[in-house]
């Protein structure tokens, strides 16, 4: 199987890049329950993952692959105000440099994975957006020509991702 593997928050990512892990909220989604060792994850930032959506846009920045199941985190782990009681290890093969990707708007009306054309974001509002092998080809037909293997760019993400202060700081 194929995903998008949506990454909301730019602490998140760079957890996600540092660790060559995913974590999964509490919340029981099928999709989740469903990841298997060995699927293909499309590393997808929304407009809001850098906190500057007027500026950047939603787009395909790495390709990974699942290489553990989805197993419960202990202790579970906290991040951004958020806690995550699943997770799973990743094999991070492909990183765009740093926000620069494929940019997905451009690419919906071409895209199976989302049905509804005029509201395709509302299915960014989950962790993981199944793909199909049309979907999966024409995502990596673009991210293979802007990515490159994931040592090449990734001090710069974990250089410049800051952790955002906590209010009062």
């Given at each position: 199987?194929?995903y998008?593997?949506?990454?909301?928050?730019?602490?998140?990512?760079?957890?996600?890049?540092?660790?060559?892990?995913?974590?999964?909220p509490?919340?029981?989604?099928?999709?989740?329950d469903?990841?298997?060792?060995?699927?293909?994850?499309?590393?997808?930032?929304?407009?809001?993952?850098?906190?500057?959506?007027?500026?950047?846009?939603?787009?395909?920045?790495?390709?990974?692959?699942?290489?553990?199941?989805?197993?419960?985190?202990?202790?579970?782990?906290?991040?951004?105000?958020?806690?995550?009681?699943?997770?799973?290890?990743?094999?991070?093969?492909?990183?765009?440099?740093?926000?620069?990707?494929?940019?997905?708007?451009?690419?919906?009306?071409?895209?199976?994975?989302?049905?509804?054309?005029?509201?395709?974001?509302?299915?960014?509002?989950?962790?993981?957006?199944?793909?199909?092998?049309h979907?999966?080809?024409?995502i990596?037909?673009?991210?293979?020509?802007?990515?490159?293997p994931?040592?090449?760019?990734?001090?710069?993400?974990?250089?410049?991702?800051?952790?955002?202060?906590?209010?009062?700081?």
């Amino acid at each position: 199987m194929s995903y998008l593997l949506v990454l909301g928050e730019r602490e998140a990512l760079a957890w996600v890049l540092r660790e060559g892990r995913m974590a999964f909220p509490a919340t029981r989604r099928h999709e989740v329950d469903r990841l298997a060792v060995g699927d293909e994850l499309f590393l997808l930032t929304t407009r809001g993952c850098f906190h500057n959506p007027v500026r950047d846009r939603t787009r395909v920045i790495g390709r990974a692959v699942v290489s553990t199941r989805v197993e419960p985190l202990d202790p579970p782990l906290e991040l951004v105000g958020r806690r995550f009681t699943r997770g799973c290890k990743l094999d991070i093969g492909v990183l765009a440099p740093y926000r620069t990707g494929v940019e997905v708007a451009p690419l919906v009306p071409k895209l199976d994975a989302f049905p509804r054309k005029d509201v395709w974001s509302i299915w960014l509002r989950r962790p993981l957006v199944s793909l199909g092998q049309h979907d999966v080809n024409l995502i990596w037909s673009r991210l293979r020509r802007v990515g490159r293997p994931v040592s090449e760019h990734l001090p710069t993400y974990l250089e410049s991702i800051r952790p955002v202060a906590a209010p009062g700081r």
